[in-house]
């Protein structure tokens, strides 16, 4: 199946600070992708969706501002967590669509610690 | 997409067969039955999908009732690698859609 890669795996920061998770689709392009949060014992999360050439659109609750999505090619999303608080410390996990297949790909996931 | 229902967890011992069901009673005939699973601190994996009839791949089989209001994912042969969350999910063949998890079944495989 086709692969989709998640970078840092995990990263620690200091409350205030921003930072940005990349997700990859290897070997299929993605017009869409999707971000997904996780908090531990709970289920996955929808975010928003990132769409390639155009603005993301994101579920009812989560903050535009605040979580930064940018598609700038057909293989590659990144979200930038900015102004990290405690609370913002999660599973962050990213899918695409491969159209072609007519399945979703995950990617690993990247741990977030916000201190 | 139409709701599920799924025991919270389920346990089954090394070696034999795991029997996974759903409850989906509000399917439609245009969605599919997906199952995905979650082993900690990954990434979900997709398993596999049937629209009505039973399907088998290399992971698991699906079995779907007649009237598709539910369905039961066997692992033939469990082992502990298969301890994780699994993800009933139905929804409209179209890739172009995120994919709604519920709570799902964490299953663990003992010894």
């Known amino acids: 199946g086709a692969v989709v890669s998640q970078h840092p795996s995990w990263v620690i920061c200091k409350s205030g600070t921003s930072v940005k998770i990349e997700c990859r689709s290897l070997d299929f392009q993605a017009t869409t992708m999707f971000w997904y949060r996780q908090f531990p014992k709970q289920s996955l999360m929808l975010m928003a969706t990132s769409n390639e050439g155009s603005k993301a659109t994101y579920e009812q609750g989560v903050e535009k501002d605040k979580f930064l999505i940018n598609h700038a090619s057909l293989t590659l999303s990144t979200l930038t967590v900015t102004s990290a608080h405690p609370e913002d410390s999660s599973f962050y996990i990213c899918?695409?669509?491969?159209?072609?297949?007519?399945?979703?790909?995950f990617g690993p996931g990247t741990r977030l610690t916000v201190l | 997409d139409a709701k599920t229902t799924q025991p919270p967890s389920m346990d089954c011992a090394e070696g034999r067969a795991a029997n996974l069901p759903c409850n989906h009673s509000t399917i439609s005939g245009n969605e599919y039955v997906y199952w995905y699973r979650q082993i900690h601190s990954q990434g979900p994996q997709y398993i596999i999908h049937g629209l009505k009839n039973n399907e088998t791949n290399e992971m698991a089989s699906l079995i779907i009732t007649e009237d598709r209001k539910s369905s039961t994912l066997i692992l033939p042969h469990a082992t502990l690698r298969d301890t994780a969350v699994y993800y009933c999910?139905?929804?409209?063949?179209?890739?172009?859609?995120?994919?709604?998890f519920g709570k799902g079944t964490s299953l663990l495989v003992t010894p």
């Open positions: 999910i139905v929804r409209a063949s179209n890739s172009g859609y995120a994919l709604n």
């Open positions: 899918s695409a669509p491969d159209r072609k297949d007519d399945e979703q790909f």
